[in-house]
């Protein structure tokens, strides 16, 4: 029979074994719950996913930006085209010398048209009806390369090359009812006012022809008078 120190003993290793299991399970469990590296695959594949279509719409709006910058500065040079053209209609006579301020035949004469240029144009009905594309100055220089006194500027302040192809002026002359300076009169009728109006258009292949400038300027008739 065992003494009471052994039993004793046996007791206190017995008491101390659940001891020592329960440590070895904390120890495991804390092994268990280290941090996690990485992502997963349905994390990699949901932020790509994120990724791009936040990157496909921030080049949309690039996109329509440029566009709109585009349209913008092409409308800001078509104005001066414009303006252009129109004060070298203006810069010219009412009519032509020896005829009547009530002419219905406009547009230039046989002399007038032999060049293939508007040297020859020196009053505003000449510019009738007159078109071209792509712009060019009165001795046929295209626009944007030339110097204004036909000849072409240095090729360092030339436009970039084939950006006017596209472009074209229109110059019509009209009368116009006295009453109503914005009703045109038509077939024989005639006044002593006349509408000039200038257009710079763009032929787009996708939006067909595009307006970019659209300027309209009244002449009138003025006799002189005689002093005696």
Known sequence: MPSYESRRVVREQESMEPMFERHDLIVCREVDRSPREGF????AVVALTITAVAGAALLVGISSNVQLTQRAEDRIVAQ????????EVLGGRYMALNTTPYQTNFG???WESQLPTRQRYDDVDDYHNWSTRPPVDEYG????KDDGKGGQRHPAFCAPSGRFDDWQQEVTVSYVRPTNLDQPLSGTET????????????HDPERGQVELANL?????????????
């Open 80 to 87: 001066g085209m414009a303006r252009q053209l129109m004060d």
């Open 191 to 202: 006044s002593d006012y006349r509408a000039v109006c200038v257009r710079i258009v763009r």
């Open 108 to 110: 230039p004469s046989a």
């Open 216 to 228: 309209r300027r009244i002449v009138s008739y003025v006799p002189s008078l005689e002093i005696e």
């Open 141 to 144: 220089v295209p626009l944007g």
């Open 40 to 43: 997963s695959l349905v994390e």
